[in-house]
């Protein structure tokens, strides 16, 4: 295990492109060392390797299967401490600004522009230390149920994250997904009850994805809704599977599937215009998708495992910058969702020491 995370720092300190990653409910990590430092990208999603893509699909980053060093080891029992953060020091004019953002979305579903708007936002925090090695342990260790990675690329920065949603499994012509939404801090109560608030936003989401699926599939089928604990939030998850159509692509399903309503919102188009033009920053890589594509080194068989990227943050020099979004709907009210992106930022606050 300690050879397998030296050799990436050494890969690291060459400034060349690798990705480590943990799968959900998984002691395996996977390493994928780039041979060089050429900018590989997706033109037809029939390459292999590791993906990389914004949330406006603009940059398809990847690194090649056949150009990389593929390392796999298993995960060491470790225990770290707990960084618990109160967050009670936070920036008022970032609240501000951020209820805002929401207001608005609030009244142009109330005006039937759309009917649900995922709105985000960022936030800048100085590091004391950062080691990424440490902190790719943190992630692991505290997040087992997610998709966690680390990914460094030096014309695209480094990025790393714990995500709770996978966007597609694909193998041959079958697939899996699932529907995500709602989100409520974990407590000591064993019974999550949720409110009709975040049931109408989970549904809004299956119906989108399994609406859509079924023009590039021959069969699709669709679990009840249950409650799903990530770290230490709670979300209502819809198992989605099925089989697609002999002609249809994985580049087509991608396409159908991405940006998913629980990263844009419902319709897609105008929620995603509405996003862009109101959120005053660019998410670039927030909210996109990453995974093994066509890949066979995790597997018997060439197959695709692919996540959105949630519960992500960018390093920086000495600084971290965290992205956090909340689904908007009719119901939603500003101040509950600034508490609860600021429960999500927690997510990659309690791997960092901050300054």
Known sequence: MNDFFSKIKKHYD???PFVMYSKPNSRNIFGLLQQNDTLHKIFNYKEKGFVFASFDEKQLILIPENESEILTAEQDE????????EDLIFDSDAKTQYEDLVSKGIEAI?????KKV???RSEKVNLAEFDFITTFQHLIELYPTTFSYCFFHPEIGFWMGATPEQLLKANGNVFETMALAGTQKATLETDIAWQQKEKDEQQYVTDFIVKRLREVASSVHVTAPYSVKAGSIWHIKTDISGVLN????LEEVIDTLHPTPAVCGLPKKKARTFIIENENYDRTFYTGFLGELNSSFAHNDISSDLFVNLRSMQIQDNNAILYMGCGITKESMPEKEWEESVNKSMTMKRVLRIA
């Open 14 to 16: 060459k400034q060349l």
């Open 78 to 85: 470790t225990s770290f401490d707990t960084i618990e953060i």
């Open 110 to 114: 109330k005006n039937e522009e759309f």
């Open 118 to 120: 995922v709105l985000s």
């Open 246 to 249: 002999d002609n249809s692509t």
